[in-house]
């Protein structure tokens, strides 16, 4: 079972809602694919096991070989390449590593170099398996570290995972749900928190991806995000409401559901809400 947590923005309680779905489900694996900020490992403060950088290939041209022909730069759709004065030039943080440049190079004058781009960490909280990428301040992309995440095998046999998504509906996000069971939208009862919910959805209907939302923060009064789950049939699997104590305790990194007994049954509740989703 692999269940993906998404919100159209930060600050809506998605890693709150993953890490207590994780806590109260004991035997699994939570991953955090918000590679920019990742934060779900200060709940569970993990004893880490392994650590170890991931790298992309960034093409090196040997001014040497190369004759000017631009073949190569041609070819690059991102722009990385450009031929200036003499000599070729690597934009190395917009480069896709597609390594189509050194195969249209007719001079072989291309070859290819690794670039750590940031890592990731395996550890473990009593039975919980915790897994967090970490991208390098001023790269511009964390999938390479998300696709390692959530395809190292040897760690997700036999357990429920649960997949703290990147905010909004980028291609991190894409990445992150395509091979999900489920999928939990988080949303803020408010005009934002509505559009935002709706970025989403729209996201996993593309995937046609089972689903259903939990609205964060309730109040009494209007709440848009409630009315377009309505308008748009979407399950509302759980409302929880605006608690200043749980605020308090989120902000100290303690897992609610194991801090209150309300908490840790409103989580039983949610996970099996999701797992009778799935059988739909």
């Not at 590679?35 to 569970?44: A, K, Q, T, W």
């Not at 104590?245 to 007994?261: A, H, M, P």
């Amino acid at each position: 079972m692999k269940i993906a947590v998404l919100s159209g923005k930060g600050g809506t309680g998605k890693t709150f809602v993953a890490v207590n779905l994780a806590y109260v489900n004991n035997d699994s694996v939570y991953i955090d694919c918000d590679v920019e900020e990742p934060n779900g490992h200060l709940f569970f403060n993990p004893e880490i096991i392994q650590n170890n950088d991931i790298s992309v290939k960034i093409p090196v041209c040997d001014n040497d070989l190369c004759n000017g022909c631009k073949k190569c730069v041609l070819f690059c759709e991102f722009n990385a390449l450009a031929y200036i004065g003499d000599r070729l030039m690597v934009f190395d943080k917009i480069c896709h590593s597609c390594g189509g440049c050194q195969i249209v190079c007719p001079q072989k004058a291309i070859s290819e170099k690794d670039k750590t781009i940031g890592h990731y960490e395996y550890g473990y909280s009593n039975n919980i398996m915790i897994k967090t990428g970490v991208l390098n301040t001023g790269e511009t992309t964390g999938i390479p570290i998300i696709k390692k995440l959530l395809k190292d095998d040897n760690y997700n046999t036999g357990r429920d995972i649960f997949i703290d998504c990147p905010p909004g509906s980028s291609c991190s996000v894409i990445e992150s749900i395509k091979d999900a069971d489920y999928c939990i939208l988080v949303a803020e009862p408010s005009v934002f928190g509505a559009h935002n919910l709706h970025m989403v959805y729209d996201l996993v209907k593309l995937y046609n991806k089972p689903h259903g939302a939990v609205l964060n923060k309730c109040m009494e009064g209007e709440n848009p995000s409630a009315d377009y789950c309505k308008k748009s049939s979407i399950t509302i699997l759980e409302s929880i409401n605006f608690d200043k104590q749980l605020g308090l305790l989120n902000s100290e990194g303690k897992i609610i559901s194991q801090e209150s007994e309300k908490y840790r049954v409103l989580f039983m509740s949610l996970l099996e809400k999701v797992k009778s989703g799935m059988k739909k």
